[in-house]
């Protein structure tokens, strides 16, 4: 590609530099790769993750993650089968061919994946909602019920306007896509959540100007997206199950930047605080 140099009229220091270039020369566009852990309507928790980052940020990504399945030789991630091989033909064949090595390779196989992620220039974005307690909550209070919704809401809701708010650091007015796994459960939920957000906030009405419905078996965003939402999950079950705060794990850390850019946790203590905040605000 042709560089603008400088006129000739310019002093031989910096002739021969580049222009540099002009906000309005980078034209960007932004995707946001998503997906659930769980399944939605029955379970206790809600974790609906991903991350969001620029197209040519994603060319690579969706690269590299390609080469180390095929470095491993292994079928798509989907960390649901991988935990429980027993459930799927082809993540049971590699169980059966690694072994006696399978936890240990296992663990290697995760971690080389999530390096993809702590190399890259995408963040992570997403929730996970202690959807058993919104439940109680929305039940009993029609108020916290008709601003929230479900947690799926909250959820979807998180992923989107946090989403745009990393893109503004670079970029305040480039369009944003979702993709999202084409799971028959939850793909026209997030459809009709989307249209939804755009009628009550304008910035997603003017930022998100499509969403897409995808095969995770063939796109590596949703894949990763996939590993998140399902170790961000586990996180909370674990620490409220126990009582206790759990550390994270390196897994965890490689995914988010060190625990830079991670999931919202939406306890049974936020929701409450977020219900008390709700009624002060009325009260004004």
Request: hydrophobic share 40%.
């Amino acid at each position: 590609m042709d560089l603008p140099y400088r006129r000739r009229d310019c002093d031989i220091a910096t002739c021969l530099l580049p222009l540099p270039v002009e906000p309005e020369d980078w034209v960007a566009a932004f995707h946001i790769y998503a997906d659930a852990s769980g399944k939605l309507r029955k379970s206790d928790y809600t974790s609906f993750c991903g991350y969001v980052g620029h197209v040519s940020e994603w060319s690579t990504v969706t690269q590299e993650w390609d080469n180390c399945r095929f470095k491993w030789r292994v079928p798509p991630i989907h960390m649901a089968k991988i935990e429980k091989p027993e459930r799927d033909a082809e993540w049971l064949k590699i169980q059966t061919q690694w072994g006696n090595d399978w936890q240990a390779r296992k663990n290697a196989m995760l971690e080389d994946f999530a390096a993809i992620i702590r190399r890259s220039s995408v963040v992570c974005v997403g929730a996970v909602v202690d959807a058993a307690h919104f439940r109680k909550l929305a039940n009993a209070d029609p108020e916290f019920n008709n601003t929230f919704k479900d947690s799926m809401y909250l959820a979807f809701h998180t992923v989107v306007t946090r989403g745009i708010e990393q893109t503004e650091v670079v970029d305040k007015h480039s369009s944003i896509s979702l993709v999202i796994d084409d799971d028959q459960e939850y793909s026209m939920m997030c459809y009709q959540l989307l249209q939804t957000l755009k009628v009550t906030n304008p910035k997603i009405k003017d930022r998100v100007d499509a969403i897409a419905f995808v095969n995770d078996t063939t796109f590596p965003g949703v894949q990763a997206a996939d590993v998140i939402a399902y170790v961000a999950r586990g996180l909370m079950i674990e620490e409220l199950t126990t009582g206790v705060e759990v550390p994270a794990s390196e897994l965890l850390k490689s995914l988010t930047l060190g625990l830079v850019h991670q999931p919202l946790h939406f306890t049974p203590k936020i929701l409450d605080e977020m219900q008390a905040d709700l009624h002060k605000a009325a009260k004004k």
